[in-house]
């Protein structure tokens, strides 16, 4: 006599048919169990989202991850170089926004920071008016366009999404910090 089969709406998630994979790839030492003497690789850790279904990944201490707990922000399997917050010198969390732009937020600070493709922080440049650095922001009526702005001489100029000055304002280009 056979079991009944669970069925979908009882909670039942069919089991994949391939294997999953029993290595993980090794991408690197872990920095912290370095500092005390011992050590540890990193792995890297693929997964899907419970909430959103969107994959994700990041590196973890291998043997020590209860007692270490070291993990950094990856893409594409390397490691992003850590943020330190300017403001309150913890380590910032890397981002990529659904336009595919890239930042750092500190969760203690609640700040946000403009990084490029390779996830550089980018340095605001200077308002060529008053000096005073300018802010970087995505246009109201078109999402996919961004800008760099001093709100208080209103000195504008057009940017892409990982802060580059555009091609047509180079000329009038604001110097960089």
């Not at 011992?38 to 850790?45: G, K, Q």
């Not at 490691?79 to 330190?84: G, K, Q, R, T």
């Not at 008016?129 to 000195?155: D, E, L, Q, T």
Request: glycine share 6%; aromatic share 10%.
């Amino acid at each position: 006599m056979s079991a009944k089969k669970p069925r979908k709406r009882d909670g039942y998630k069919p089991v994949p048919e391939e294997p999953r994979p029993q290595h993980r790839d090794v991408i690197g030492k872990c920095p912290r169990c370095a500092e005390k003497g011992e050590e540890s690789n990193l792995i890297l850790l693929v997964g899907v989202s419970k909430k959103t279904g969107t994959p994700f990944e990041f590196a973890a201490c291998e043997k020590h991850r209860n007692d270490c707990g070291y993990t950094a922000s990856t893409l594409m399997g390397i490691i992003i170089p850590p943020f330190i917050c300017p403001s309150c010198q913890r380590q910032a969390r890397a981002l990529i926004k659904k336009d595919g732009s890239r930042y750092f937020r500190c969760t203690a600070c609640d700040a946000w920071y403009l990084a490029d493709a390779k996830f550089y922080p980018v340095v605001a440049p200077n308002c060529y008016k008053c000096s005073k650095p300018m802010i970087h922001r995505p246009s109201v009526k078109n999402p996919a366009r961004y800008y760099w702005a001093c709100f208080g001489c209103k000195a504008y100029f057009g940017s892409d999404k990982f802060g580059k000055i555009s091609t047509k304002d180079k000329a009038d280009a604001p110097s960089v910090v």
